[in-house]
């Protein structure tokens, strides 16, 4: 089992940035590969960014890309989405996630947290 649980969200205007963070405990941090994801209101969750087990491998959503930036520190089991440039359209729940598997892009996740809500104002 892998408890995940997420902080850092908040109320920020546009163009502002965040740093959210999920820590992990359980398991074996690194054997794990981890994502972030966000729903919005009405909205089917959708794909934000996920990186591999040791954090060398790296992939983002179009819509984020070159504005966020994922992280992790094994050392301290902790996962990081840094994000910059904030637009209205990033308001949504964002949830960590993690599955033990050496690939990038696993085709699903089985643990998740429960999220964070970030609020973009314009």
């Known amino acids: 089992q892998v408890q995940l649980v997420e902080s850092g969200g908040g109320l920020v205007q546009a163009g502002n940035s965040l740093r959210l963070s999920c820590a992990a405990s359980?398991?074996?941090?690194?054997?794990?590969?981890l994502g972030w994801f966000r729903q919005a209101p009405g909205k089917e969750r959708e794909f934000v960014a996920a990186?591999?087990?040791?954090?060398?491998?790296?992939y983002y959503a179009d819509s984020v890309k070159d504005r966020f930036t994922i992280s992790r520190d094994n050392a301290k089991n902790m996962l990081y989405l840094q994000m910059n440039s904030l637009k209205p359209e990033d308001t949504a729940v964002y949830h960590c996630?993690?599955?033990?598997?050496?690939?990038?892009?696993?085709?699903?996740?089985?643990?998740w947290g429960q999220g964070t809500q970030v609020t973009v104002s314009s």
């Open positions: 996630a993690a599955v033990r598997t050496r690939q990038l892009l696993p085709q699903g996740y089985n643990y």
């Open positions: 990186i591999n087990w040791s954090g060398d491998s790296t």
């Open positions: 359980g398991r074996t941090f690194s054997n794990y590969a």
